[in-house]
Every structure is written in structure tokens, then in C-alpha cells.
């Protein structure tokens, strides 16, 4: 199996799992002698960092729906053309932590058209879309378990107002948490109807269970994907 420049692309529900089947696969490439590059988005550059801020800093119910994805867009722009692509054309392998599956996943259930998302995708990134873009499915109530956001919902909102990491985190959590459950039903709906439409390879993987059982179906995916 040859990962090297591969693009892919770790997404699913908050929740999934994804930092810890990331953290595997770097360790599994650097066992095997490659060379891997981590693509954070939203994100992952000086100039990524600074939109994040705006998108997740804020409650998001303030913003208009189509300004959050053309930010989202324009992070992942930059992340492409900074990152992504110089790392490919070395050989290396891209991993990512999110991409254009997210919104396809939570701005199209916010209720923006899913072609269009593809549309401004094709914009942002021209033909840089991933390999493979595996989904780590959970169903919202146990992504939100792991996260402690059920907790925190109960307990009320966190201090925003405190030093500026603090304030980052908790706003986020905060813009999420005032999204109903609906909502992130919705979010894993779409997830799971990405490989209908989505340029690439998308792979589904139940991500329910613990992680050595999840990374063994993500190292058959790439053997499938890549040998
Ligand atoms: P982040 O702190 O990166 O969370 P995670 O560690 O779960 O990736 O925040 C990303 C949040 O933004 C997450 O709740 C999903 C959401 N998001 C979108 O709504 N649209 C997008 O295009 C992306 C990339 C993320």
C-alpha cells in the first residue's frame, strides 16, 4: 500500500472520534517510512487560523448562513494552496481533519443546497479534492457522550468571557450546543449520503466502537483504496 501523495480526509459528527484514528494513521505512515503533513481545517494556516477564529468565536446564529460557508470556503482555499497541495506534489501524505464533507454536512443541514456547496467546493479548491474522505460515524447522542457537551448543555453555558483560549473553546462549544439535537441528526444524515455525490471516494466506517476496532476497518479501507 502506497499513501504517498494521498489526500486523505478524516470527517464525521463531533464526537467521532476523529483526533485518535488521525493520531494512527500518522503513527502507521511514519512506521512504514512516509512523510505525512497534517491539514487542519477549518484552518491549519496563519491566514486559516485567523477565519477560524471568526467562525467558531462567535454564536453562530448571528452570522448568515452564506457567509459561514464562504468563510469555511476560504480557509480551506488557503489551506489548499498553502499546505495541501505543495505537500502532494512532494509525495507526501496529506492527512486532513475535515474538509468540504463538513459542509456538505452542516451547512446542507442549515439548509444550504448541497450542489452549490460542490459548486463553491470546485471554486475553492479546483481539483484538489481528496482520495479518500472517510466518515467516522456516530449517532449524535453518543458523539455528544464523548464530547461532555450533554453535560454542559445541562449545567448551562461556560464562561465565556475568560482568557482568550478559554474564550475560543468555550464560545465554540456554545454555537454548537445551540444547535438542537435535530440539527445534528440532520449533520449525520448528510454525512451518510455523501458518497451519492461527492467528488472522490468516501467511506463510511462505524466509529461507535472502541478505537482499535475502528482504525482496523480504517486500515482495510486504505488497503482497498490504495494496494
Ligand atoms: P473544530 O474545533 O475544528 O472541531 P473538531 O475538533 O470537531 O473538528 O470545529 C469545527 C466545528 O465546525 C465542528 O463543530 C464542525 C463545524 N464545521 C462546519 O460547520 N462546517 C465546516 O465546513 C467545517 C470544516 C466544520
Redesign the pocket.
Known amino acids: 500500500m502506497d499513501l504517498g501523495g494521498k489526500y486523505i480526509v478524516f470527517d464525521g459528527p463531533?464526537g467521532s472520534g476523529?483526533?485518535t484514528q488521525i493520531d494512527r494513521l500518522k503513527a502507521l505512515i511514519d512506521a512504514a517510512g512516509g512523510r505525512w503533513t497534517y491539514a487542519?481545517?477549518?484552518?491549519g494556516t496563519p491566514i486559516g487560523e485567523r477565519i477560524r477564529h471568526i467562525?467558531?468565536g462567535y454564536d453562530l446564529s448571528l452570522m448568515a448562513p452564506r457567509c459561514e460557508t464562504l468563510l469555511?470556503m476560504a480557509s480551506r482555499a488557503q489551506l489548499v494552496a498553502e499546505i495541501v497541495r505543495p505537500a502532494l506534489s512532494e509525495g507526501r501524505t496529506v492527512v486532513g481533519?475535515?474538509?468540504i464533507s463538513?459542509?456538505c454536512a452542516?451547512?446542507v443541514a442549515a439548509g444550504f443546497p448541497r450542489e452549490d456547496i460542490i459548486a463553491l467546493g470546485r471554486l475553492a479548491v479546483e481539483d484538489t479534492w481528496p482520495d479518500l474522505t472517510l466518515i467516522l460515524d456516530v449517532p449524535p447522542e453518543l458523539g455528544f457522550q464523548r464530547t461532555g457537551r450533554t453535560e454542559k448543555h445541562q449545567k448551562g453555558r461556560g464562561d465565556a468571557h475568560g482568557d482568550q483560549l478559554n474564550m475560543f473553546a468555550d464560545a465554540?462549544v456554545d454555537a454548537?450546543e445551540r444547535r438542537p439535537l435535530e440539527f445534528h441528526r440532520r449533520v449525520r444524515e448528510c454525512f451518510l449520503a455523501l458518497p451519492e455525490y461527492y467528488p472522490g471516494r468516501v467511506e463510511i466506517i462505524d466509529a461507535t466502537r472502541d478505537a482499535n476496532a475502528v482504525f482496523s476497518d480504517v486500515k482495510k479501507v486504505l488497503q482497498r483504496a490504495f494496494s
Open positions: 463531533d476523529k483526533g487542519k481545517d477549518p484552518g467562525l467558531l469555511f481533519d475535515r474538509f463538513a459542509t452542516y451547512q465554540h454548537m
